[in-house]
């Protein structure tokens, strides 16, 4: 079993819908959770970063991380064409100098 | 967020030669950096962790005498890929961590011909 299990997709949906996209772990010490969005050609960008449990909010963006279903998730409201990309989750056990363990990405297209 | 930066953005060159990658934090010192690579439409590959002042830790498979390390400030970590061959040809990222978060540049192409 890999440590970090994200579906590959890819994940199609009209404009303006909802996307949940997902990962699941097996290493019960991660601690540190994060999404970054990739575009084709270009660097990860850092979307959401959460600490532990619980949900964090920002613009359309919502991160939810459950420790005890080892499961995170990440919604996106009200789609855009520009939000297709590659969803990437990644994940650690602590902070400073240990890498990250990252899913295999989902990529997603936002039709309009 | 923070800022990381890498430069070339692109390069080709031929086999045999050696080719240095830079990678820069702009706004935050980073004790720490990461060297990945990527296949189209393939996830992230960590190649080594770059520690200022010491030796990189690499990943297994991947060669160190190969991929040169050096990690000389707390803002600039280099990869030098030697000899390169055409398979090495892939997306390089280097990425540095801040306080928790991790910030990733915006990738170097390299193709060796």
């Known amino acids: 079993q890999k440590e970090v299990e994200q579906d590959p997709g890819p994940l199609s949906v009209p404009e303006g819908a909802i996307v949940s996209l997902n990962c699941t772990y097996s290493?019960?010490?991660?601690?540190?959770f994060m999404w970054y969005r990739q575009y084709s050609r270009k660097g990860p960008e850092l979307l959401m970063y959460?600490?532990?449990?619980g949900n964090k909010e920002d613009g359309r963006f919502t991160a939810q991380v459950d420790k005890s279903s080892k499961y995170i998730s990440l919604f996106i409201r009200d789609s855009q064409p520009s939000d297709s990309a590659t969803y990437l989750c990644?994940?650690?056990?602590?902070?400073?100098?240990?890498?990250?363990?990252f899913g295999k990405g989902t990529r997603l297209s936002v039709i309009a | 967020g923070a800022v990381v930066s890498q430069h070339p953005s692109w390069v080709i060159c031929k086999s045999g030669t050696s080719v240095k990658i830079e990678c820069r934090s702009l706004?935050?010192?980073?004790?720490?950096m990461f060297w990945y690579r990527q296949f189209p439409k393939q996830s992230l590959m960590l190649m080594a962790t770059s520690n200022e002042g010491s030796k990189a830790t690499y990943e297994q498979g991947v060669e160190k005498d190969k991929f040169l390390i050096n990690h000389a400030s707390l803002t600039l970590s280099t990869l030098t890929v030697t000899s390169a061959h055409p398979e090495d040809s892939s997306f390089y990222i280097c990425?540095?961590?801040?306080?928790?978060?991790?910030?990733f540049g915006p990738g170097t192409r390299l193709t060796v011909t």
């Open positions: 990644a994940m650690s056990p602590a902070e400073g100098n240990t890498p990250l363990v």
């Open positions: 290493n019960s010490a991660f601690q540190y």
């Open positions: 706004d935050f010192q980073a004790t720490t």
């Open positions: 959460t600490y532990s449990s």
């Open positions: 990425s540095a961590r801040g306080d928790s978060e991790q910030y």
